[in-house]
């Protein structure tokens, strides 16, 4: 996730200083999940969720290999947006069971056309699927969005529908990266360092793959 993250740069103190859109109203419209966190401006979110063909399939193709996907794979991504990630999977081979969901129905409204078939509404806290029905779950920059209770649900959720997991998020190092991921988040409710992280996960008895992304 590290080259697609350092691929967008990053000014901190312009996106708390903003006099139209000041942090507190900028978060308060991005946390609708709707227009303007996908599509609106980009000092209240991405500004613009596009699709663009292979930018996320280097990702897809590392997990479709680390974990020994085949053709016949059930794969779920939990927090899918637009669908942009699962579509790279299709593109890996349009025979693998794809699944999505996310709490954002604009997202779901505005999915990639291939994907929008595969995509549910709903949130990471009560994932409506059976006991491991998917042989591998992923959740990139979504957790952090989640407050403590929820986030305890997620994780057990997350081990409970699938045989295999890897999850992205936020943390933070060094205070310096602390301070860039309080002026750059809209959404958060975890602020945890890896060792706190690794704490949620040894509480809630998730055995999955794991990796942070900093804000350097």
């Not at 697609?4 to 740069?9: E, F, R, V």
């Not at 292979?54 to 897809?60: F, K, L, N, T």
């Not at 669908?83 to 790279?88: A, I, N, P, S, T």
């Not at 529908?161 to 943390?171: N, T």
Request: proline share 3%.
């Amino acid at each position: 996730m590290s080259s697609i993250h350092k691929s967008t740069s990053r000014d901190y103190l312009a996106r708390v200083n903003d006099k139209e859109f000041p942090k507190a109203k900028a978060a308060s419209l991005a946390k609708q999940w709707g227009y303007d966190y996908w599509d609106g401006d980009r000092r209240i979110c991405y500004g613009g969720y596009k699709y663009i063909p292979g930018r996320w399939m280097p990702i897809a193709q590392r997990m479709y290999d680390h974990y020994s996907l085949r053709d016949d794979s059930k794969i779920l991504d939990i927090g899918c947006g637009k669908g942009f990630q699962l579509k790279e999977f299709h593109n890996i081979s349009n025979k693998i069971g794809l699944r999505g969901i996310d709490i954002s129905r604009y997202a779901l409204d505005n999915a990639h056309p291939d994907l929008a078939p595969f995509l549910d509404h709903g949130s990471a806290v009560e994932l409506p699927y059976s006991d491991n029905e998917f042989d591998f779950a992923f959740s990139i920059n979504t957790l952090h969005n989640l407050n403590n209770a929820d986030l305890e649900r997620a994780l057990q959720e997350i081990s409970r529908v699938s045989k295999k997991q890897y999850i992205c998020v936020e943390s933070f190092r060094t205070e310096e990266e602390k301070v860039n991921l309080l002026y750059w988040q809209l959404t958060c409710q975890q602020f945890n360092s890896p060792s706190d992280w690794e704490w949620w996960f040894s509480k809630t008895g998730f055995k999955g793959d794991y990796s942070f992304i900093f804000f350097e």
